[in-house]
């Protein structure tokens, strides 16, 4: 297979669940680089993957939903400890905890599938889309992490934690 038909097969070829998937383990690849884990080694390669994948996607309701499952597979493996209160009185409590966190996650998705959007729309081509995409992400970071009083967990810089980057990161990375 030549490397045209390789980039086709890659931007086209594969049916919309296994985009989905794809997707989804590249989400979970990149909240392994949170606490607890840390393994930003995996991380990176994980939104590289989210990133190109959104980047080659046919329409803007394709792209908003490949970074829809992408993020909310992401928040959903890096805010697992958000059922924990849930559980203190289980008898209680705990039939709250799944819908909490799938609910969360969901919706903390969606500051990621904006900039896809914005992506899909405005950029033309597959590597002008996935500029726009990473440009755009930052700002989708600073927003959740302000509007409706801010969520600022679980953001991409985070994976920096307990490495040598982290000082590079204080230059232009989380706030906090």
Known sequence: MTGGALRRRWARGLPPRRKLAIVALAGLAAASGQAPLGWWWLALP???LLVARVAHAETAANAFWLAWIGAAAHFAAALFWIVEPFLIEPERYAWMAPFALVF?????ALFWAAPAV???RLGQGA???ALLFALAMPLAEWLRGWLFTGFPWAEPGQVWVGTPVLQLAALAGPRR
């Open 46 to 48: 994980g939104y590289g």
């Open 118 to 120: 914005l992506a899909a």
């Open 127 to 129: 590597s002008a889309r």
């Open 104 to 108: 969360m996650a969901f919706g903390l």
